[in-house]
């Protein structure tokens, strides 16, 4: 009897297309063997040829179906796939029971399962996972909720709000926040900037206060402008100075050894002023394979090097111990040798200080020296700053932006994010002090790419800044109405006086409210692109956190490809060995345009990208500025330019391949049978990097 109809886990019947079968087996033969799929066409005859004797008249189940793929499997001696296959089959088995359990539509994925498992679920002492998805979202959002009668109101109503939005995937705070609201440990910030002193117990203070910060989950950045150039002399024991450089080995060997409280490596930022008598061994510190592992390095370069630069002049090298000028250099070599090392290496980025310090909102307080480790949280000395994420893929309906859905998520995510800073158990008595008293938040974006799509607007084109432009003002104009209305009931925050905000409104509540960070886990967690990232492939294999691989597609495009009629898993394939499907002749040119990954896009649209965004951006983006491996040192200069021109706060970039610890590779997975693009578990976009996408 010839097989018609198969019921689905839910009991309905529908028709029975043997393809999709088929589609299932080539995926696991080339994320498990990383072979070509081929064997799949005969395993599926076997199948469908079983079905047929056994359900003569009856209909079968999907389940009677994969259990016959698994025996063919077996059969025929290929026995990882199979392994792989039904481990696969009993993740999807929990995530609906997952879906069950939320009672909500959006699904999470397998590896978003996987993810959450590793790193986010709360364990006992033997390790044994205590919570489920649901039950810690629902511890974040008790914790963060319970503020609200510190204020003389009802936390019940909140719980509920923070609840559906998180488990809704709508809006997700950073990682920290995921870890420790609810625990012990408390500490929910993902963001820090400590001061580097230029003496031994300034230095090692600092060492000891990033130990305390990255064990709960937090990234630090540091200016180590104040600490005396190599070489200078130290008056206290007449010797010499090892110079910035040589002490930031000490705390990248700290943090490769505290790993970030064993949730995850540590990340930190390391900036010198673009004047430091030791500028030029900074910028080219990190060409070195492995050398300061753990650091992003950034040069802060200030208006004046920029005009000097325009005028092809020379400035001065100051000493920060006695201010005495040391040497006069051409500010082009400088710029130079920037751009060359960035090309070479993905270090050092660019931190435009001056214009950063235009957008000081407490001036009066203190002068911006660092960054966060990804550069999109300015902070002063030891403050900190908590961060989240509104998924821009769940604002789309039926072809359009919901503006009234996006509105009420913004006002709940800075009613959430003003809480933490109250909820937060901060690691030293400093940063509690600071940073309650300027209360500063940052609220982002995900999934922006996704938005694109869904709105059929591809990411390099005008129409795409445009609306980028429409898009954050709006989020910026209702994140800083929810800040005033918060003030006007809880007050102000404690520097608003010293802060550019008394002359523009009677009371607000945060410093800061707005923020683009760099999306990694939790953008895994949510499904979506990362942050405001291009999406960096259609199909690839991923390293899973358990050790295996997964075939992925990206669900936007194979819903496109099933509509108009061109999708199977062997074009999947053949995608997956480029993850672009740009010279793929199958696909209509009007997905190819749709489609365009971080690879495609020519530089000047990403740097035009984070502009538009910055625009209306209290804080800063992070933004990476992804660059083929064929990209030129005079494609880094125009980048640098262009991200000054358009008032960028600054700008990294990532050319492919020149780093040996990426986390994203194109053809080059180690066998010699399969060459697929690759990605470990927590890469959604962005930085291919093991520390760039470590806030969130």
């Known amino acids: 009897m010839v097989i018609t109809k198969i019921r689905k886990r839910d009991g309905r019947i529908v028709d029975f297309d043997a393809g999709r079968i088929k589609n299932a087996i080539h995926k696991a033969f080339v994320a498990v063997e990383l ?45 990882k796939v199979a392994l792989e296959y039904e481990a ?95 625990t012990k440990l408390g500490q929910l910030s993902a963001c820090f900037v400590l001061p580097v002193e230029d003496s031994l117990e300034g230095i090692f203070t600092a060492v ?45 060997m700290a943090t490769e050894v505290i790993k970030a409280g064993g949730k995850r490596r540590g990340a930190m930022m390391g900036i010198l002023r673009v004047d430091h008598p030791d500028i030029l061994e900074f910028i080219t510190s990190k060409q070195k394979p492995g050398f300061l592992s753990n650091f992003n390095i950034s040069v802060a370069v200030t208006d004046d090097f ?51 310090n235009r957008h000081n909102p407490t001036p009066e307080v203190g002068r911006i020296e660092s960054t966060n480790p990804c550069g999109e949280q300015p902070l002063l000395p030891y403050e900190s700053c908590n961060l989240g994420s509104i998924n821009l893929s769940r604002m789309v309906e039926n072809g359009k932006i919901n503006w009234e859905k996006l509105r009420e998520t913004i006002r709940n995510a800075v009613h959430f994010l003003d809480n933490v800073v109250d909820a937060n158990k901060y690691p030293l008595k400093e940063t509690a002090k600071i940073t309650r008293a300027n209360r500063k938040i940052g609220l982002g974006v995900m999934g922006f790419a996704d938005m694109l799509i869904k709105l059929k607007i591809p990411y390099n084109s005008t129409e795409a800044l445009e609306l980028a432009e429409r898009l954050m003002r709006f989020i910026e104009e209702e994140a800083h109405k929810k800040s ?43 499904g979506c692109s990362s942050g405001i990232e291009p999406i960096f492939a259609i199909s690839f294999i991923r390293n899973v956190l358990s050790g295996t691989r997964l075939f992925e597609t990206n669900p936007l495009f194979e819903t496109i490809a099933k509509e108009r009629g061109f999708y199977d898993a062997k074009l999947l394939e053949e995608i997956a060995k480029t993850g672009s499907v740009q010279k793929i002749d199958r696909v209509p040119e009007d997905v190819k345009k749709l489609f365009v990954t971080a690879l495609d896009i ?26 083929p491996a064929t990209a030129t040192v005079e494609d ?61």
């Open 602 to 627: 020519e530089p000047e649209w990403h740097v035009r990208m984070q502009a538009a965004f910055q625009k209306y951006t209290d804080n800063a983006v992070s933004k990476t500025v992804n660059l």
């Open 484 to 526: 005033q209305e918060i003030a006007e009931k809880r007050g102000s925050f404690p520097n608003f006086e010293k802060s550019i905000w008394k002359s523009m409104y009677k009371a607000f509540r945060n410093a800061t409210v707005t923020t683009i960070a760099p999306t990694g886990s939790i953008s895994i967690i949510a």
């Open 88 to 182: 696969y089959r009993k993740k999807k088995e929990e995530i609906r029971a997952l879906r069950e359990e939320f009672k909500i539509e959006p699904k999470l994925t397998v590896n978003a399962l996987e993810v959450l498992n590793r790193r986010y679920l709360l364990k006992d002492v033997t390790e044994k996972i205590v919570e489920t998805p649901s039950q810690m979202f629902g511890r974040i959002a008790r914790a963060i909720a319970k503020v609200d009668r510190k204020y003389g109101e009802n936390p019940k109503e909140s719980e509920k709000i923070f609840y559906e939005m998180m488990t809704r995937l709508e809006f997700i705070p950073n990682s920290p926040t995921l870890f420790n609201a609810g």
């Open 306 to 356: 920029m005009k000097t630069l325009e005028g092809d002049g020379e400035y001065w090298l100051v000493n920060p111990r006695n201010k005495e000028k040391t040497a006069k250099i051409k500010a082009r070599n400088v710029w130079d040798l920037m751009v060359k090392s960035a090309w070479a290496s993905g270090d050092p980025g660019v931190i435009f200080i001056d214009e950063i």
């Open 636 to 696: 880094v200069r125009k980048v640098y330019d262009l991200a000054w021109k358009l008032k960028c706060k600054g700008v990294t970039v990532f050319r492919y391949g020149s780093k040996p610890e990426q986390v994203l590779y194109i053809g080059e997975i180690k066998t010699p049978e399969g060459k697929f693009i690759s990605a470990e578990s927590e890469y959604a976009g962005g930085c291919p990097t093991q520390t760039c996408p470590f806030p969130s």
């Open 35 to 79: 072979k070509d799929g081929e064997r799949a066409e005969s395993i599926t005859r076997e199948v469908v040829s079983l079905l047929e004797g056994k359900f003569k008249e009856q209909i079968p189940s999907v389940e009677d179906a994969q259990d016959f793929v698994v025996e063919v499997l077996r059969k025929r001696g290929y026995e």
């Open 208 to 252: 000891k206060n990033t130990a305390l910060i990255e064990k709960s989950g937090g990234g630090v950045g540091f200016d180590f402008s104040r600490l005396r150039p190599k070489g200078d002399i130290v008056m206290s024991t007449k010797g010499v100075a090892s110079g910035p450089v040589s002490f930031m080995r000490v705390f990248d």
